[in-house]
Each structure stands twice: as C-alpha cells, then as structure tokens.
T-cell receptor
C-alpha cells in the first residue's frame, strides 16, 4: 500500500544515546517533514524538506538532524538523547514542494528516553 | 508567526446530533487552513482544507468547515454525528507568505455517545 512508513514503532533510549528514526514514502512526494506530538501541545514541526538535497529547520529543531539524499527517504537523527525528547514522532509528506495539498502521515514512532 | 487555538479540549455529543469543533487562527497574511483527524495509535489523516474560493469547504466522511475571515475562525462541522467519529481533531494553519511553516492546534477530543 502506498503511503508513509516509519520505523521503529517503539523505542526506548538511555540519556546520551543516539539513534535514527526512519521515514520512507513511495508516493513521489517532494515535501517531507518531521513533527513531534506532546500532550496538550499539538504537533510541532522539527525539520522539513522541499526536495532531495534541501532541508530546513522548523519550530523545534534543537537536538535533531536530518538529511534528504533521495526523494523517498527522510531520516531523523537524535544526536544525544535527552528525557525532553520523549515524545511521539510523526513523519509526513505532501505532493509538491509545499504542504498545501494535505499531508499524508506515517503511523508514528513512540520514543521514550530514560 | 502564525498560530492556532482550539478552545475546547473535549467535545461531547450524542449520536445523530450536529457537532462543531472550534478553531481560531492568527496569521499576518492570508491563511491556508486544514483539519486533520487522529484515531488511537494512528497517524493523522487529512479531512479538508481551505485555500481560496468558497468559504464552506466539504471534506471526507461528511465533514465540512466554514472559513470566516472577520472572526478568524475555521470551525469543523457535521450535521449528524456518528459514534465512529470519536477521535482527536486538529486544526492547522499556514501563512501564504511562508511556504513551509504549518502550525497545529493542541487538538480537541470528540466523543460521540450512542
């Protein structure tokens, strides 16, 4: 089925560890983004990309890195995990170079940092 | 920066009754407005959007929303609620002058009782 695939679904990290959250889409969408969802705060944009080789920061980028070497993949890297990064992370993609066509979201990665 | 307010954390309605989920926004220019729905342990799903044109926008699953520029609102409505409509609903806004900064509200949990 076409869509956005996120792995892993669940992850527990120790403070200071690093890891990469994977995101892949097979819809040839140019626009991809990463959000974190925290109770009572909605979704906050971490990083986004308008096409391969182009990335930019969103509202809460500190502690996270991204790259976009292909149209399909947009991994999110946590460099040194902190308890404040405990959250549910969603990857989203959209047709074209902007989110105006409506996002397609992945099913999320629930991350706990202890 | 643009922002979204969803003034109700929780909305309860009886099945068959009309429902309204409220959203107000703040942007410097003209807005792009969206509604998304999230079912338990799932990613968000796109419901509808307002880009330009008619102020009444129709979307998926019988939902509609009305753009009111003077009141800076974009309330989600449905004439007859179903138990299966119970979910978390998010309003989102983007300023037309900023291509990639989409801001989400904190969400409203809708419960439809039989």
């Amino acid at each position: 089925n076409a869509g956005v695939t996120q792995t892993p679904k669940f992850q527990v990290l120790k403070t200071g560890q690093s890891m990469t959250l994977q995101c892949a889409q097979d819809m040839n969408h140019e626009y991809m983004s990463w959000y974190r969802q925290d109770p009572g705060m909605g979704l906050r944009l971490i990083h986004y990309s308008v096409g391969a080789g182009i990335t930019d920061q969103g509202e809460v980028p500190n502690g996270y890195n991204v790259s976009r070497s292909t149209t399909e993949d947009f991994p999110l890297r946590l460099l040194s995990a902190a308890p404040s990064q405990t959250s549910v992370y969603f990857c989203a993609s959209s047709y074209g170079g902007t989110p105006n066509y409506g996002y397609t979201f992945g099913s999320g990665t629930r991350l706990t940092v202890v | 920066a643009q922002s979204v307010a969803q003034p109700e954390d929780q909305v309860n309605v009886a099945e068959g009754n009309p429902l309204t989920v409220k959203c107000t926004y703040s942007v410097s220019g003209n807005p792009y407005l969206f509604w998304y729905v999230q079912y338990p342990n799932r990613g968000l799903q796109f419901l509808l959007k307002y880009i330009t044109g008619d102020n009444l926008v129709k979307g998926s699953y019988g939902f509609e929303a009305e753009f009111n520029k003077s009141q800076t609102s974009f309330h989600l409505k449905k004439p007859s609620a179903l138990v299966s409509d119970s979910a978390l609903y998010f309003c989102a806004v983007r300023d037309r002058r900023n291509n990639n900064d989409m801001r989400f509200g904190a969400g409203t949990r809708l419960t439809v009782k039989p």
